[in-house]
């Protein structure tokens, strides 16, 4: 169930801050193009980061999650214009829910979900203990709460939750992939895998 204009699959990844995403997709990316499948990643962030900064709204990513919850929206409904335009095999990089002061902000709101009718959401999870201890290593290079335990198992299953509104919603498929220390490369097959056929 592709959009119209993106005539490939897109596969939207998500997982809570520290789960290590980015190692994983890189690795799911050689993977696709060992196999010679053409993907590309798109950061949902990252767009919408490039927007806010066009705007002079902020000057870190990070600072996105303080703006007025009217302001992220707009600017997820802008990259949701942007990503969709993009053309063959995607992989979308977001989170499913924003820890920010104010609650818990959808990454992927209904109409975000519509817009991008996914083919799959892969859900990137690891034990909140191994979480907790990648954010305290990442503290020199991004801006993140050091959740206990108790509330990032809260954030993923947040996240659970959401994957299966978007599911019930889209008809997408939803891939829960473990990210166990050391075993980055299993869920990067898990999501390379959703490319086979194409």
């Not at 104010?102 to 690891?126: F, H, Q, T």
Request: net charge positive; with cysteine.
């Amino acid at each position: 169930m592709s959009s119209v204009e993106n005539r490939g699959k897109i596969v939207i990844v998500t997982g809570v801050p520290g789960v290590g995403k980015t190692t994983v997709l890189n690795a799911a990316l050689e993977l696709c193009r060992e196999s010679r499948k053409e993907v590309s990643l798109l950061n949902y962030g990252n767009v919408m980061f490039e927007e806010a900064s066009r705007r002079g709204l902020v000057k870190a990513r990070d600072e996105m999650r303080h703006l007025p919850v009217k302001t992220q929206i707009d600017l997820q409904l802008q990259a949701s214009e942007t990503i969709r335009k993009a053309k063959g095999n995607v992989i979308v990089d977001t989170h499913m829910f924003i820890n920010t002061p104010k609650g818990y902000m959808p990454g992927i709101p209904s109409w975000v979900a519509e817009s991008l009718k996914p083919d799959a959401i892969v859900l990137l999870e690891a034990e909140p203990e191994e979480i907790s201890k990648r954010r305290r290593k990442d503290a020199a290079i991004r801006v993140r709460e050091a959740d206990s335990p108790e509330r990032i198992t809260e954030h993923q299953m947040m996240g659970r939750f959401g994957a299966a509104a978007i599911s019930v919603q889209t008809g997408c498929t939803v891939v829960i992939a473990k990210n166990k220390e050391g075993g980055h490369l299993e869920a990067a097959k898990a999501i390379a895998s959703l490319f086979e056929g194409e």
